[in-house]
């Protein structure tokens, strides 16, 4: 016996079926059932209980999950609900939860759900960060992915990186991975899906990151509906405890959605011609409407010869406002991104790579 | 029609960074200096660099045209909203971007195929374009003369994306001929050789642009085009031998035009390309 589980369902059909599977698999000790979650929250304790389904349906359910995990801090809690909801999904892992699963099922989703939302990470709200360049050949990409590892390295927690780049998406190809499912597919299907069955729309790519690639056909890119992408975006919150986007050049109707949708913009703009920090600056006037409703928006510049100080002084001063980070311009990295090496040769001492780290520590500390 | 006088040249690309604006703003140069009548037109509305790159400030942009052609289709000129670009005696006309991106999203497709087909008074139509098959790229495709599609071999994913854009341009059934494969940052000694990459392609290079970072970075910072800002450099002469192949004239390589070349510019950075150049440089070849 594995786990002593507490069923707190309050359909009285579905309650017995529930816990009729439970009954039948060794692996579980049914200790109690329950229709009501207030008596469970007030009588489970006797049972000594591991793990918690909970019916977050009810909104007696969602409401007392707080004050379950407070009272059983050793215990799992997996929320149950009868269709995907993804506003409850986020609500059940903000209370402290590991997640979510669909009704009815069988003991292996169980065992399977708690292995996946065991591997996200703590216990805490999923980081949505949206990748942002007013034009291509941005550094957009390559930061995206070096994020992507370095905070998977840092945090020891799962990290997504999705390619919403539709049509000339790099990601796959800076992993040097073929994944056998992309975008597209993903929310098309997206419907039909809990996240035990989303994961495999997603390919490990190792050390704590998994890519959902792009189409293979640029085509296909309008065959993506912005809601039916958020919709991925969300139910891989669940999966992973960041999930990050990069998102196509410029203002289209898929960056507007997903930087609107996530809480963080990280916008880029790369040094070259001298032009992008008024692009920048023309991109972040879309972006203020949302600052003020709590998103973090920061913009970075990479591609900076000089890095320093007061290189970074005189971008804020054009700029008219403070630059998170400046990145410094890195021949390796674009050698190591071209050819699909960044799992294998990223040294964690190159100046790019020390940046980005900075900026990833402040993260994982919350501190952005 | 009366547009379809004109040739219309689509600069286009699938990655971004391969060098599109520059190269439209080079070609406009080089066929005004040729004697034609030539227009500019910046499709990059949210982010265009075209006005940047030539340091040029306009009045009106295409968002007037388009408001201009909706109020009265009778009475619209395009000349009313025409931006002029003129150094060393030769000028060419620019429709420049919308200022705010809310109205670049306004932007009506009909409304520019509408304004370029208004535009019959010009030899040449040179299209700057974003690295995008959408879908007023693709009407803009639709409608150009030839479609001077850029690459680059320096980056194995900008291959793959000029591979995967080529693969769809002619799935989408623009003719083979329309399509002008154009290598830019062309390099005898890159990672990636440019034969594989037309063996990948199954095609060959019309043209080969050299690298020159430094002249295209001193173009950009005076605002002139490559013939007045960096005369001697291989990219310079690349470029008219890419415009003597649009307009079917051989142009022999110019001389410095020294008048328009500053004193102090290092001129050994642009000699240094020339002792660098392969004997078989193929962009160096100007057929018919």
């Known amino acids: ?368 | 029609m009366e547009g379809r006088r004109s040739i219309v040249i689509a600069v286009f690309s699938t990655s971004a960074g391969s060098g599109k604006t520059v190269t439209a703003i080079n070609l406009a140069a080089g066929l005004a200096k040729e004697g034609y009548q030539t227009c500019l037109v910046d499709l990059d509305l949210q982010f265009g660099d075209v006005m940047g790159y030539l340091d040029m400030v306009g009045d009106v942009t295409l968002a007037d045209a388009q408001a201009a052609l909706m109020r009265d289709e009778a009475s619209f000129r395009i000349e009313d909203y025409l931006a002029e670009y003129s150094c060393g005696g030769v000028s060419f006309s620019v429709l420049p971007p919308p200022k705010e991106i809310n109205d670049a999203y306004l932007v009506d497709v009909d409304a520019v195929a509408e304004i370029i087909s208004r535009m019959g008074g010009f030899n040449f139509i040179v299209l700057d374009m974003t690295a995008v098959f959408s879908t007023l790229n693709l009407a803009m495709l639709d409608m150009s003369t030839v479609i001077n599609f850029m690459g680059r071999s320096d980056f194995l994913p900008s291959v793959k994306n000029y591979k995967v854009g080529y693969d769809t341009l002619l799935r989408f059934e623009y003719e083979e001929r329309k399509i002008c494969l154009v290598e830019n940052r062309a390099e005898e000694n890159d990672l990636i050789n440019y034969r594989d990459v037309e063996r990948l392609l199954g095609a060959k290079f019309y043209h080969r642009l050299p690298v020159d970072s430094q002249a295209v970075t001193r173009s950009i910072r005076m605002g002139r085009p490559l013939m007045f800002s960096a005369p001697l450099s291989p990219l310079t002469q690349s470029y008219w031998q890419l415009v003597g192949r649009y307009t079917n004239r051989s142009i022999a390589p110019r001389q410095v035009q020294e008048q328009e070349v500053p004193a102090e510019e290092e001129k050994h950075s642009g000699f240094s390309w020339f002792f660098k150049r392969g004997k078989n440089h193929a962009e160096g070849q100007v057929k018919g």
């Open chain 1, 1 to 368: 016996m594995k786990y002593r589980a507490i069923l707190v369902e309050r359909d009285s059909v579905m309650l017995p079926h529930l816990a009729g599977a439970l009954k039948a698999d060794a692996d579980f000790d049914l200790a109690a059932t329950y229709h009501d979650a207030e008596q469970a929250l007030g009588q489970s304790s006797v049972f000594r209980p591991n793990l918690f389904l909970i019916d977050v349906d009810s909104p007696k359910g969602l409401k007392l999950l707080p004050d379950f995990i407070d009272f059983f801090p050793n215990a799992d809690f997996l929320g149950m609900m009868e269709h995907w909801k993804a506003d409850t999904a986020e609500k059940v892992i903000q209370a402290g939860a590991l997640g979510s699963i669909v009704k009815p099922f069988r003991t292996r989703d169980i065992l399977k759900a708690m292995e996946i939302y065991g591997r996200r990470g703590q216990k805490k709200p999923t980081r949505t960060m949206a990748f942002f360049s007013p034009k291509g050949h941005s550094g957009r990409t390559t930061l995206a992915s070096v994020m992507a590892l370095e905070l998977a390295r840092k945090s020891g927690e799962s990290v997504a990186l999705i390619d919403a780049d539709l049509q000339f998406g790099d990601v796959s190809m800076f992993f040097d991975v073929v994944p056998q499912h992309n975008v597209v597919e993903a929310s098309h299907d997206i419907r039909l899906l809990n996240p035990a069955t989303l994961e495999a729309y997603f390919h490990p790519v190792g050390q704590g990151v998994w890519v959902m690639g792009g189409p293979v056909r640029p085509e296909h890119a309008e065959l993506v509906e912005a809601d039916r992408l958020i919709e991925v975006v969300r139910m891989a919150g669940s999966l992973f405890r960041y999930v990050l986007v990069d998102l196509p050049a410029g203002f289209n109707p898929i960056s507007l959605a997903l930087a609107e949708f996530a809480d963080t913009d990280i916008l880029v703009s790369m040094i070259n011609s001298g032009q992008e920090v008024r692009h920048m600056k023309r991109s972040m006037k879309m972006f203020q409407m949302w600052d003020a409703y709590g998103k973090k928006i920061y913009p970075l510049f990479s591609g900076v010869k000089r890095c320093t100080p007061e290189q970074k002084k005189k971008i804020e001063e054009e700029f008219g406002r403070s630059v998170t980070k400046i990145l410094p311009e890195e021949s390796h990295i674009t050698a190591i991104t071209g050819s699909g090496r960044l799992l294998k040769d990223l040294p964690e001492d190159m100046p790019y790579v020390r940046a980005v780290d900075d900026m990833v520590g402040e993260i994982i500390a919350g501190r952005r």
